[in-house]
């Protein structure tokens, strides 16, 4: 199992386990600060069956295992549905609080992105946090505290986490054995979606790389169908937002590279790897197309943030796409 990274946050958590837990956790830090690796590695020490090493759970008993892949009985993880966390998902959490814990002496709820609960949710978290109903331990986590009602924070044990450099981030991916071409663009778009990746969906990073090119080319080369082939990848299959989002940020990292390119700045590139398909799609396109296929995926994106409809969006910026495209190669 990995480590999370260290640093005073891992030891203030160190010192709150071995003082006897907190009831409430709060980790506050930047996307990309390692907020979730290090709540799952505190979640396995506390329900650890095997305490020879107190200082780390052993990652092989069936509570560690459970909790690797996410189904142990007493943790409960909400993760915001659409761009809020909702009250019902709180009320949902409450109801499944009022039962005693299954396995464990007590029960855990991890709160992804708690600065993103509603007025409503956050008033009934508040009064979950003031009455739990069994022993249990609850960790939110918050990129932007400010956000979050200063009475819930006062609950809370704030455990506050720096943000880790690029460098470090290239590190921590190649650890997880990402290869170093993917790692060098999965640590710059990370930030934005750190979670989401810890989540497991790191092993698709891959798919979507092979989509930006895939979907590039048929831009360029109008040879096929990237309508036929944003249904066949992403709708059916039925892609969360989450990595439709990641999608299109790596799809403007391949734009940005695309220019960079076009400038002499090639030391500069994250698609080193993809060189060859780079040259190749640059001979047919010009500096105003670059721009404007890069605007079309910054304006999805926005337009996705804000309504959150997958598929009309991703036709759009399809439809846009071929129309400035149109004159290329001619
Ligand atoms: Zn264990």
Redesign the pocket.
């Known amino acids: 199992m990995n480590w999370p990274r260290q640093g005073m946050h891992t030891r203030l958590l160190d010192q709150s386990y071995r003082a006897g837990l907190s009831h409430a956790y709060l980790f506050v830090g930047p996307e990309g600060s390692g907020k979730y690796d290090t709540a799952r590695f505190f979640i396995?020490k506390i329900f650890?069956?095997?305490h020879q090493d107190s200082n780390r759970?052993?990652?092989?008993?069936s509570?560690?295992r459970k909790i690797e892949s996410g189904n142990h009985p007493d943790l409960q993880v909400i993760a915001p549905d659409g761009q809020t966390i909702k009250i019902a998902q709180i009320r949902a959490l409450q109801s499944a609080f009022s039962l005693k814990a299954v396995e464990a002496a007590r029960k855990v709820y991890l709160i992804q992105s708690a600065d993103l609960m509603t007025p409503e949710a956050a008033n009934a978290m508040l009064k979950f946090l003031e009455e739990p109903a069994y022993p249990c331990v609850a960790i939110l986590m918050a990129s932007h505290p400010a956000k979050l009602l200063p009475t819930i924070v006062s609950r809370c044990q704030v455990i506050p986490f720096p943000a880790q450099n690029e460098t470090e981030r290239i590190d921590y991916f190649q650890q997880k054995g990402v290869p170093i071409a993917q790692a060098k663009l999965l640590a710059r778009v990370m930030g934005d979606h750190e979670e989401q990746l810890a989540i497991g969906e790191t092993a698709r990073f891959a798919e979507v790389l092979e989509l930006v090119v895939q979907l590039t080319t048929e831009f360029v080369s109008k040879q096929k169908q990237p309508m036929q082939l944003i249904h066949d990848k992403i709708i059916k299959i039925g892609w969360s937002l989450d990595l439709v989002l990641l999608f299109l940020d790596c799809l403007g990292y391949w734009f940005r590279d695309l220019m960079y390119l076009s400038s002499g700045l090639e030391s500069e590139l994250i698609y080193s790897a993809y060189r060859e398909q780079l040259v190749l799609q640059l001979k047919s396109l010009s500096t105003e197309q670059l721009l404007k296929g890069s605007d079309v995926i910054l304006n999805t994106k926005r337009y996705l943030q804000l309504h959150g409809n997958l598929q009309m969006a991703l036709e759009a910026m399809v439809l846009q796409m071929q129309g400035e495209f149109r004159v290329c190669s001619q």
């Open positions: 396995q650890c069956l095997d759970p052993c990652g092989e008993c509570a560690c």
